[in-house]
């Protein structure tokens, strides 16, 4: 199965090419596109779980690289790095495994093909039903070359991919206006992380003279980047290359202060932002900071950097989700303080935790968005919590799979994101005290808006207006898998304090680099992680708890909260901090003030240049014109008439007449002959 | 001796070129100022006829010489005798057209030639 790698992407994009370019032409009925887009997945899960099992088995964990239509994809002249080392420039298209991207493509193709199945009766009647399967398909391609490529521009290729898809599926109602301006904008903001993750590998190959991320990996192994990070200081090269791939990363995982896309991107089909913009893209961030984790490593003040902009996005992410009133934007703005965590846990070097938090969220947030897809679909499009309430009764099997996936996010033991959650703590509070409360504080208010979100949906008064109705099995079973997998996921990473073996961590420590802080960890008591375990428990539940009371038992105390003292950070959270509109004012308005004026520059000054030579232009025209006709015509003119002149006087002789011309010949005969006579 | 006045040395080729000359000067007096194109056809046919009787005069004058066998100026005037008559069928049916599209066969009136 291993020698099958390739066909991992392979299929889906196979999938999204007979969806795309046949589905319109010959009308594929729903049946032929879903079986045609849940085939590829399908067996592309199948051949990736394959493919993990040998691995799993025979290799691991050394790196695995697919040779089977792998084929050098460009190949670039020499050169010269700034060591002074002459290197090849060459790219392979080659599909790599190691235990970070089997763990990744596990992910991607098993959420993947049960959110597929899911969007066959969630898409079911819509029209483009065919473009969404192809996008769908193409997004799995594209974030499957991303995760196994064995190089940067190979992941850049995934990279943009992920993007341009995410583009296509969140305009894939391109008739709202909605739909179109989130697309721009999620498309746009990751255009400005994209920079800096250029940026970034382009450091990197100045300073390696190679992207392959196996052959950096022992580089740093080898010890041979140590001389960067000591020779150029605390805010050395390898900092600003750490921090140019964190740009990238924060702008595709929606961090502070490029995490604006994310909530607009909701506009989305509910399954496009399970897939795309909670279980998988959003992660690739996480995963990227993951695959290099020797550079930041090496970089410890963009280490620092990145750990503060996780906590403060984290802590920003749920304060916002404590007030949104639509169903999709709660679970996108916990989506991005979910993502904050992670990168706060890579900030701290707990890479396998992030991955493992990365893993875990990917299941219960996937079916968290599936399950608000399954109540918006029950009550016809209905995305307003406030118009929910009581759904328990009418979608018993969506409401107690999103039991699960509620538990797992809010971290209350034994459910899935107890223990990845618990990990990221853990190490935070071994790094830095602030972070740690900062975290903790984010982790109550998650509980909070989390226990808001299923109140306001299943458990208070009804206050819908459509009769809504429990989805089909093809929606609530991924649910119900998903469901479970919220339950288990987290038991495959239990730390050793509770007498697991984390298995998980073990798994991917050999993609670690070994640093100080990665050891000292082993040696931290587990006293101290039992009772950060309790704290952060005790917290979980103080937030459920006091959501439960104030939003089901007295409700009014909420609308007191929104009005009274506590009314002007409500309305911050609720207008989402302004930070959109602050964005309106600098970068962007700035961005339309300058071209304003650019605009002006152009219309006077390279306008003027160039009407100007135009006019010069028109000026000499004329006078060549003018010579044209009075020296050049004069000349030619002047030869007719001359010509005509003389032939006024020659042809006269010319009268016509037969006899004048036998006359003339007699005449020449006469002198003919009297010549011939006098010359004797 | 041969008897005939065919082979009488009196009748010398001199005479038959006098005799011809004049014809050839009738003729072109007639082409250069006749009208009648009718009357130039005539005219030309003169001249060809002085021709001949070159052709003979010298044919003869050879044959009297001796050349027995020399026969080359009877067979030109039998040639053009012959063209004579092909050239006057054509010249008057080009008469013939021209006077029904001009109504006239006055050679002053006809200077199509013109410029």
């Known amino acids: 199965m291993l020698k099958l790698l390739f066909l991992v992407p392979t299929l889906p994009l196979i999938g999204a090419i007979l969806n795309g370019l046949f589905g319109r032409r010959f009308r594929f009925s729903e049946r032929t596109v879903a079986a045609i887009a849940c085939g590829t997945t399908g067996l592309s899960l199948l051949i990736a779980i394959g493919a993990i099992i040998d691995y799993s088995r025979s290799l691991a964990p050394t790196l695995y690289r697919n040779t089977a239509f792998a084929y050098t994809w460009f190949d670039g002249g020499l050169a010269r790095t700034v060591t002074g080392s002459v290197r090849q420039f060459r790219v392979e298209w080659i599909y790599q495994l190691d235990p970070l991207a089997a763990v990744m493509m596990f992910i991607v193709t098993f959420v993947g093909f049960l959110i597929h199945v899911f969007s066959v009766g969630y898409m079911s009647g819509e029209g483009g039903y065919y473009r969404f399967f192809s996008f769908l398909n193409l997004f799995m391609f594209m974030m499957l070359v991303l995760v196994l490529a064995s190089n940067f521009t190979m992941m850049f290729v995934g990279w943009e991919g992920v993007g341009l898809c995410s583009y296509l599926l969140i305009g894939f109602y391109f008739e709202r206006d909605e739909a179109a301006y989130a697309s721009k904008k999620a498309f746009i903001t990751n255009r400005i992380g994209d920079m800096g993750f250029l940026l970034g590998v382009f450091g990197v190959f100045a300073l390696f003279g190679t992207l392959d991320f196996g052959e950096l990996a022992e580089v740093f192994r080898s010890g041979g980047a140590a001389s960067y990070v ?72 963009a280490m620092v950097v990145v750990a503060i902009i996780g906590a403060l996005t984290a802590l920003l992410g749920a304060a916002i989700g404590l007030t949104q009133n639509d169903i999709k934007k709660v679970l996108a703005y916990s989506t991005v303080s979910q993502l904050g965590l992670m990168f706060l846990a890579c900030g701290v070097g707990a890479f396998t935790a992030a991955i493992f938090h990365v893993f875990t969220h990917a299941f219960f947030k996937a079916q968290l968005f599936l399950g608000s897809g399954s109540v918006i679909h029950s009550l016809h499009h209905e995305q307003d919590m406030r118009k929910m309430g009581g759904l328990k009764k009418y979608l018993p099997k969506t409401h107690w799979t999103m039991i699960a996936s509620w538990l797992a996010i809010c971290g209350v033991i034994p459910f899935a994101g107890f223990f990845s959650k618990d990990e990221i703590l853990h190490r935070t509070f071994l790094n830095g005290k602030v972070l740690y409360a900062i975290a903790i504080v984010a982790s109550f208010l998650t509980a909070f808006y989390m226990t808001r979100l299923m109140a306001m949906t299943f458990w208070a008064p009804e206050r819908f207006d459509h009769q809504p109705h429990e989805s089909p099995p093809i929606m609530w079973i991924p649910l119900a898998i998903l469901g479970v997998l919220a339950l288990v996921a987290g038991w495959v990473g239990i730390p050793h304090a509770l007498g697991g073996s984390n298995n998980f961590a073990a798994w991917l420590e050999p993609i670690l680099i070994k640093t100080a802080a990665n050891t000292e960890v082993h040696e931290a008591s587990s006293s101290i992680e039992l009772s950060l375990m309790l704290v952060s428990l005790l ?13 089901l038992k007295r409700p009014e105390v909420a609308d007191s909260l929104s009005e009274t003292a506590a009314g002007v950070p409500y309305r911050m959270s609720l207008n989402k901090f302004y930070v959109d509109e602050a964005y309106n004012v600098f970068p962007i308005g700035a961005t339309l003030r300058t071209s304003e ?11 003027g240049l160039a009407n100007g030579s135009a006019r010069l232009t028109q000026i000499g025209s004329s006078i060549s014109n003018w010579l044209d006709k009075y020296v050049v015509d004069l000349l030619v003119n002047l030869q007719g008439w001359l010509v005509r002149a003389g032939s006024v006087v020659l042809r006269s002789v010319q009268t016509g007449l037969v006899q004048n011309y036998a006359l003339l010949m007699v005449l020449g005969l006469i002198a003919f002959v009297v010549y011939l006579i006098a010359a004797r | 001796m041969i008897d005939g006045s065919l082979f009488d040395l009196s009748a010398s080729t001199t005479k038959f070129l006098i005799l011809s000359s004049l014809l050839f000067v009738i003729g072109v007096g007639g082409v250069l100022a006749r009208r009648n194109i009718i009357v130039i056809f005539m005219s030309i046919e003169l001249i060809l006829n002085a021709v001949n009787i070159n052709f003979i005069a010298f044919t003869r004058h050879w044959q009297v010489l001796g050349k027995i066998n020399e026969h080359t100026g009877e067979l030109f005037t039998i040639f053009v005798i012959t063209v004579a008559a092909a050239e006057a069928a054509i010249g008057l049916g080009i008469v013939v057209s021209l006077y029904r599209n001009r109504e006239t066969v006055a050679v002053d009136e006809i200077d199509l030639l013109k410029w």
């Open chain 1, 230 to 301: 000591e020779s150029l200081g605390q805010w050395g090269v390898m900092s600003w290359i750490a921090l140019g791939l964190f740009v990238g990363a924060a702008g595709k995982s929606a961090q502070i202060p490029l995490f604006v896309w994310l909530p607009d991107a909701m506009a989305g089909p509910t399954p496009v932002s399970a897939l795309i913009h909670a279980a998988t893209m959003v992660t690739a961030g996480v995963y990227l900071l993951a695959r290099v984790n020797y550079i930041f490593a090496a970089a410890p003040s």
């Open chain 1, 539 to 551: 917290v979980a539940l103080a937030g459920i708890l006091l959501a439960r009371w104030i939003y």
């Open chain 1, 597 to 607: 004026v650019l605009m002006q520059v152009d219309a006077r000054g390279v306008d």
